[in-house]
């Protein structure tokens, strides 16, 4: 007996609402994701934003004898808990070698305490009450600011909050990196030009070819292992310097440049290599004049795309030492250096609550680093993309 | 299009019913799906142009045309199987139980359920012989023990031809027959959910000359139940199992005409030229 | 003189003997050529193979010296294995200038020469996997030899507090002995992997879902690599998040129900990881979905079924190898994941069942005992090396099942194309 479309229709009506309640799941965990993401930003963004201004004051600084060996005696005694004592220590410094300002008196705009800053951010603050009444007036006389933070981007890290800055960690990111892209780049590039253009199909290459792709899913934390083991107790390569680390990132990120190049030059078309053999091009000659200078776009964006995961990179880098303390700018590539990530694990490790808005700090320009390298990456990828 | 049929003297009676004057004595003639005046487009390029074509029901009605004539996409409108392809626009009438299938009111579902398909490749499901069957009328309440269901699988594979090859095998993935067994799994799949109309789309093509064989021996049988429309490449095959014949090409039908004086006296010169293999 | 300037000189002086061999190879060829004898090669090649013979050798031997001297400790003046390495190169360059003839295949020797580079280049990834297997095995050798295998398998308590007065020859004077037990942190890795792929895997597979059976293509377009970002969040970034911004929340959240959580509970950074690993599960799902043939959706379609139906008992069933094998590929991620458990995790072992109370895991301790000012040899300094052992075998064995289960899949697909 069979049934009219009205009778079906009707025994449907349970079954098509299950298939809209599906429906309306999958895009609500999609929506889900996308909402922590704006979460995410936007909590990121409150936390950090604060880092990027700093309180000044403007007192009275007396160039006295007695600051050249007390410094604090160069303000007066009410404001001397609410200027950074980072400052005042270079006071005799700028005496000394500017004999002139001996015995003068100036307003001068002056970094404050981190207390201060929290205070006139209205974060809770450990100011007195008497301490906030006075900045409190210094605010109303127009006398306390918050101002641009250069002193984050030009020092590096520093015991008080007002002096801690990203300089010497974004110089180590730096000089890691460019280990890291020397040592990765050639040999991922090589060893993917091998497999892809000369290997033969045997079971050594089927070999090297399983075990880069266990190498891409390998823990971080264990190529750090590696580094300790290895580099540093065995090669004798310095502890905490951008050589060890980047030598330890160059073997993370090494599977991944192998990976998308092995794709590159995948996607050149055999046409091209045939019509290049058939003019009498040795193999060698193929991949050097044909395929490479086609594929290199692709070539380039997945090195980008891999350095940009290397300078996320937190884990390995703790291992081998790299969360020093580094106050200045480090100059070369084996002496003790931090990255970016391991400073802010380190900010982010400080009880301080002033330390937590730069730690969000630093996060907003790393995060803004990596966007733009990958947008970069994304933008060749566009422009370069062929279809054959 | 308007056919003209009648000034040619041949077998139509024009676009009014579509329906032959040269009467094929053993088929029956009541209608199961009326098409009016079918246009579709792929984006702006139009595929189908004024399809008129009377189906009848426990007949098998073949479509044949060369290539690209828009015999398969013809097929796909009749169980909606193009509403998943985003650029498909359509106008016209396709009418069956008194019912326009493209109306708003109209459930795809349920229509699909009265009218089943058979594709070019077969494609079992990744589940056992016996769930393939099972699945359908389990999901539509056709059974409600599982002595019914087990019941119901055996039938579908006994009209199918398959039974005595996988009885003893039920619990096997489907895709571990053969090509032609597989093809004939998807076919008790598709009758055990008690269809009035299978389409099938080349049923034969992926398969070998036995295989094929056993498919139209099986066609044969099934037009006892069920309405068959089927798209084939094969003039042969459609000569063999047809009561019906359509010419498709360019889009359009050219003739319609009951299989034995489609082949032995086409009307249409274009007709003709296909059959004896002019062109195709 | 220093070494480093030593090693400048050498480079130096064989930059300049590689050039010398370019060019007079290149001469010496050019003037064979312009006598009018037919050669196998071009004098560019001729200098190529000239400049490669001359620094190739000499490199070489500077390689294998330099480590002769690190690794067997031999003594060898640095001074000595330049000046011979230089020798070498000289050498070389003799026999490359003979070489020039006619009837020698430069190019042959060239390509030959190309080849065994880039398979060396080929071989680091093995030396990695290798490094990696050979220091973390030698060293928990190191480990199980002072403290029992069975009591680091089957141990509960992991209390390595006292192990560097014992390193110290001080063990007397600790109160406690240390004990490594590592079930309670292989307990709280399991917990907060748990809550992560609770996380991952509903909101991974249903995005997949809806990317590749639902969403418009614009819609998808965008989605994709939006939630690609998720992956590319630096991992330090994601446990500030958790241990700053979730934590509370959770604790808050308990607290409103009268639970009591801790600030270093299991889900904060649980929830986070999972939060991380969307983009595996959904990106790899995704890929798999589209992988099954659309005939299978039509099939289903033709009979009757709902378009859920068909994703639920169809589609998702043809791809499940492949959504299982994304999802062990995630858990090895979990299992693996540092940043987040040490910035939001506990450090205490804490062998329970609750995931609000505070627990450990086996990354947190790895980094605890490598960060700390202990002598190297210490046991628990080594106990990292043990625990790195474990998390490098279960995270292969996943990757290895994984990778098995995709390349089923694949075939499966590629051989049903009848």
């Not at chain 1, 070999?207 to 590696?226: K, Q, R, T, V």
């Not at chain 2, 029956?28 to 079918?38: A, F, G």
């Not at chain 2, 597989?182 to 269809?195: E, H, K, S, T, Y």
């Amino acid at each position: 007996m069979r049934q009219s479309f009205d009778e079906i229709s009707a025994q449907l009506k349970g079954r098509h609402r299950k298939s809209a309640r599906l429906k309306w799941m999958s895009m609500g965990a999609l929506g889900l994701a996308g909402l922590f993401l704006v979460f995410f930003f936007t909590d990121m963004l409150i936390k950090g934003l604060p880092a990027f201004q700093q309180a000044q004051i403007q007192v009275q600084v007396d160039y006295n004898e007695m600051a050249q060996e007390l410094p604090l005696a160069a303000v007066e005694e009410e404001m001397r808990p609410l200027v950074s004592r980072g400052y005042l220590r270079l006071i005799p410094g700028r005496m000394e070698k500017n004999p002139d300002l001996l015995g003068t008196t100036r307003m001068e705009w002056v970094l404050a305490d981190g207390q201060v800053d929290q205070y006139l951010k209205g974060h809770h603050s450990n100011l007195s009450g008497s301490e906030q009444s006075v900045v409190d007036e210094l605010a109303d006389n127009g006398r306390a600011e918050l101002k641009f933070n250069t002193t984050f981007f030009t020092r590096g890290d520093s015991k008080m909050p007002e002096l801690a800055g990203i300089a010497s960690a974004a110089m180590g990111t730096v000089m890691t990196l460019l280990v890291t892209l020397v040592v990765a780049f050639p040999i991922g590039v090589m060893t993917a030009v091998y497999l892809e253009e000369f290997a033969p199909d045997n079971r050594f290459t089927q070999i090297i070819e399983i075990n880069i792709n266990n190498l891409a899913a390998i823990p971080s934390i264990l190529f750090g292992l590696l580094g300790l083991a290895i580099f540093i107790n065995f090669f004798g390569v310095p502890r905490s310097s951008p050589l060890v680390g980047g030598l330890t990132l160059a073997l993370m990120t090494l599977p991944v440049i192998i990976i998308s190049t092995r794709t590159a030059l995948r996607s050149v078309p055999e046409d091209i290599r045939h019509a290049a053999f058939g003019v009498g091009c040795s193999r060698w000659q193929v991949v050097r004049d044909h395929v490479l200078p086609v594929s290199m776009p692709g070539i380039m964006t997945g090195s980008i795309i891999g350095l940009a995961q290397a300078m996320g990179e937190t884990a390995p880098l703790i291992i081998v030492g790299m969360v020093a303390f580094i106050p200045d700018v480090s100059a070369t590539v084996t002496e003790a250096a931090t990255v970016l990530p391991a400073q802010i694990f380190t900010w982010a490790g400080e009880p301080d609550r002033a330390f937590t808005e730069k730690t969000a700090g630093g996060i907003l320009v790393l995060l803004t680093i990596l966007i733009t390298l990958n947008a970069t990456a994304v933008v060749l990828r566009k422009k370069f993309e062929r279809r054959w | 299009m308007d056919m003209k049929v009648a000034d040619r003297g041949v077998t139509m009676s024009g676009h009014e019913t579509g329906q032959p004057v040269t009467r094929n004595e053993q088929a029956n003639h009541e209608l199961s799906i009326r098409v009016r005046d079918l246009n579709l487009w792929y984006g702006e390029t139009q595929a189908l142009k004024n399809i008129n074509i009377d189906v009848f029901q426990k007949d098998i009605t073949a479509l044949i045309g060369p290539s690209g004539c828009g015999k398969s996409t013809f097929l796909r409108c009749l169980n909606r199987m193009n509403d998943l392809i985003p650029s498909v626009k359509l106008e016209g009438l396709i009418e069956m139980d008194g019912r326009n299938v493209n109306e708003v009111k109209m459930d795809e579902v349920a229509l699909r359920r009265r009218v089943g398909m058979v594709f070019q490749k077969p494609n079992p499901f990744p589940k056992s012989i016996f769930e393939n069957v099972a699945y359908a009328p389990r999901m539509h309440d056709l059974v409600s023990r599982k002595a019914d269901q087990d019941e119901l699988v055996e039938q579908a594979l006994r009209d199918a031809g398959l039974w005595n090859e996988v009885k003893d095998k039920l619990h096997e993935p489907g895709t571990s027959l053969s090509g032609g067994q597989q093809q004939r799994l998807c076919i008790a799949r598709a009758i055990a959910v008690q269809p009035d109309v299978i389409l099938m789309d080349e049923p034969t093509s992926a398969l070998d000359p036995i295989s094929t064989a056993t498919i139209e021996d099986l066609m044969d049988k099934l037009k006892q139940q069920f309405t068959i429309i089927t798209v084939t490449h094969n003039m042969q095959q459609a000569a063999r199992v047809a009561d019906y014949t359509a010419f498709f090409h360019l889009g359009e039908i050219v003739e319609y005409n009951d299989t034995k004086t489609m082949f032995a006296n086409p009307h249409t010169k274009k007709a003709e030229d296909y059959i004896t293999g002019r062109y195709g | 003189m220093q070494t480093n300037q030593l090693i400048l000189l050498f480079s130096g002086a064989l930059l300049v003997l590689g050039l010398i061999a370019f060019f007079m190879g290149r001469a010496k060829a050019a003037k064979v050529r312009a006598a009018g004898t037919a050669m196998y090669a071009q004098p560019d090649q001729y200098a190529w193979f000239a400049a490669l013979a001359t620094a190739g050798p000499a490199v070489a031997v500077g390689a294998i010296g330099s480590f002769a001297l690190l690794l067997m400790g031999a003594e060898i003046p640095t001074l000595y294995l330049l000046a011979g390495s230089l020798v070498v190169a000289a050498a070389g360059m003799m026999v490359a200038m003979m070489q020039v003839r006619p009837d020698f295949h430069a190019r042959k020797a060239i390509e030959k020469t190309i080849r065994w580079i880039l398979a060396s280049a080929a071989m680091i990834s093995i030396f990695t996997t290798f490094g990696i297997l050979f220091s973390i095995i030698t060293e928990a050798l190191r480990f199980f030899q002072m403290e029992g295998f069975w009591d680091f398998i089957t141990g509960t308590t992991w209390n390595p507090g006292a192990s560097f007065l014992a390193a110290a020859g001080r063990a007397e004077e600790g109160a406690t002995a240390a004990e490594f037990g590592s079930v309670p942190l292989f307990a709280g890795t399991f917990m907060i992997t748990l809550v992560a792929m609770l996380v991952a895997i509903p909101v991974g597979l249903m995005s997949a879902i809806y990317m590749s059976e639902f969403a418009p293509a614009r819609v998808r377009t965008i989605a994709k690599p939006v939630l690609e970002v998720l992956a590319g969040i630096p991992t330090v970034v994601y446990g500030f998040f958790a241990a700053i911004t979730v934590a509370p929340i959770i604790v808050d959240i308990a607290g409103a129900f009268g639970l009591d959580a801790s600030f270093n509970n299991a889900l904060a950074p649980g929830i986070v990881m999972g939060i991380m690993i969307i983009p595996f599960i959904s990106s790899l799902s995704d890929d798999v979905i589209n992988a099954v043939p659309d005939s299978m959706r039509q099939g289903s379609l033709a009979l009757g079924m709902t378009r859920a139906e068909t994703i639920k008992d169809v589609v998702v069933p043809a791809a499940l190898p492949g959504i299982i094998s994304a999802s062990l590929l995630a858990m090895s991620r979990a299992l693996g994941e540092t940043m987040i458990v040490v910035m939001a995790a506990g450090m205490r072992p804490n062998l329970t069942a609750n995931p609000l109370e505070d627990m450990t895991t086996v990354t947190v301790r790895i980094v605890a005992a490598l960060t700390g000012d202990q002598e190297f040899a210490s046991a628990e300094t080594l106990s990292a090396f043990a625990l790195g052992l474990v998390l490098f075998v279960v995270t292969l064995a996943l990757n290895m099942v994984s990778v098995i289960m995709i390349r089923r899949f694949r075939e499966k697909y590629r051989s049903n194309n009848l």
